[in-house]
């Protein structure tokens, strides 16, 4: 077990509710899912462990409050711009267009949205910041990812949140609520060597055929070695 210290900063944003382990944060679509699998005996995502595993890792932030962003037109070095229905903290600026030109997402504009909590993590940890596995944020947002050296980094942070509006006029809704950021906390590795090696057959054709004979046998081996 990894502890994760969340010191809130006092008269910050205090009606914000406070981060919360996401296994506790479990999408109602997925639990439908899980439901349709057991009534129906016919497999959908709710049956991949790896794909449930990843969503209820570390922490999720949600959003404060309701936020409806609107692409208004361009506006010099900042190219497009857009306005929120939502004045003030959280929202605490935007990157120009300029500072990622030519990346996947040079047609998004950035927002910065703060957090009023501190992330504090054991010595040798850091905290993987990340838009919420799975979640993709409607298709037309998400936020950043970054790695947070969290056991000496004592500060606040900031979500750059990405939202793609093509037109004046277009816009795009979130709910108070609705998942943010994911956080994962993770021991740092000072080095990765890369090791290649042949895949013994013998044992990937025993696994393969006990997969055939059991759907369920991945979630059997993990439970087994838990």
Known sequence: MVEVSIKRVEG?????????AASDYFPNWMKELRKAALTSNTLNMSDCLPAIECMIQGIIVEFP???TFEYVG???KFGK????DHIGYPIIGGHEAKQYKNSEFENYHIIKIGLPWVFTAPK???CLFTQPFNRNGQGNAFCLSGVVRSDTYYNMVNIPLAICLEHEED???FKKGDPLVQIIPFLREKRLRLKYETADRDILTEVIEQIKADKNFY????????
């Open 219 to 226: 979630k059997d081996q993990v439970k087994t070695k838990l």
């Open 81 to 84: 711009m857009i306005k929120c």
């Open 65 to 67: 409050c309701d936020m």
């Open 124 to 126: 040798g940890y850091s």
């Open 12 to 20: 910050l944003a205090d009606w914000w509710v406070n981060p919360r």
């Open 74 to 76: 361009i506006a010099g």
């Open 171 to 173: 816009s795009i809704s």
